[in-house]
C-alpha cells in the first residue's frame, strides 16, 4: 500500500490483492465508480456503483466500520473521487492501483459477461 499525505488527509492506493484481502474479510465497501455500461460488462464481485458522472462526496457515510475504497478501470477517475473526498473533508480515503486493469492484470476473480449468451458470469483466471 503507497500513501500520501494531502494537507491532514491521508489518501492511500492499495494493490488489487490488498484490496481483494480486504473485501473477503468485510473490512472495506469497495465502490466501483465506472459507467453503468461498463459495470453491467465486468465488475468485481461485491462492489456498488456509484458512477463519477454521480457522484457527490458529500454524501457518503462515515467511515466509522469500514474503509472506503473507489475503483474504476484504470486508477485514474477512482483517484479524481478520492480528492473530492478529502476536499469534502475525509481524513482517510483510499483508491485501487490500476483498477479494473489491475485487478485482471493480477488474475482475481470477477464477474464478466458470457458472450455467447450475453448472461453475468463469474471469471477465475488461471494461475501462470
Do not use: Y
Not at 500513501?3 to 492511500?12: D, Q, R
Not at 458512477?51 to 484504470?74: E, T, W, Y
Not at 482475481?108 to 483466471?125: R, Y
Amino acid at each position: 500500500m503507497k500513501s500520501e499525505t494531502i494537507g491532514t488527509a491521508t489518501f492511500e492506493t492499495w494493490t488489487p490483492e490488498e484490496t481483494r484481502k480486504a473485501l473477503d474479510a468485510n473490512e472495506i465497501v469497495l465502490i466501483d465508480v465506472r459507467t453503468p455500461q461498463e459495470f453491467m460488462f465486468e465488475h468485481i464481485d461485491g462492489a456498488l456503483l456509484l458512477p463519477m458522472s454521480f457522484f457527490r462526496a458529500d454524501k457518503l457515510p462515515g467511515q466509522s466500520d469500514k474503509r472506503i475504497v473507489f475503483h474504476c478501470g484504470s486508477g485514474v477517475r477512482s483517484a479524481m473521487v478520492s480528492k473530492k473526498c478529502i476536499e469534502a473533508g475525509f481524513e482517510l480515503i483510499a483508491h485501487v492501483e490500476d483498477g479494473m486493469a489491475g485487478w485482471k492484470k493480477a488474475k482475481l476473480p470477477h464477474i464478466g459477461t458470457n458472450m455467447a449468451t450475453g448472461a453475468p458470469q463469474e471469471i477465475v483466471p488461471k494461475a501462470d
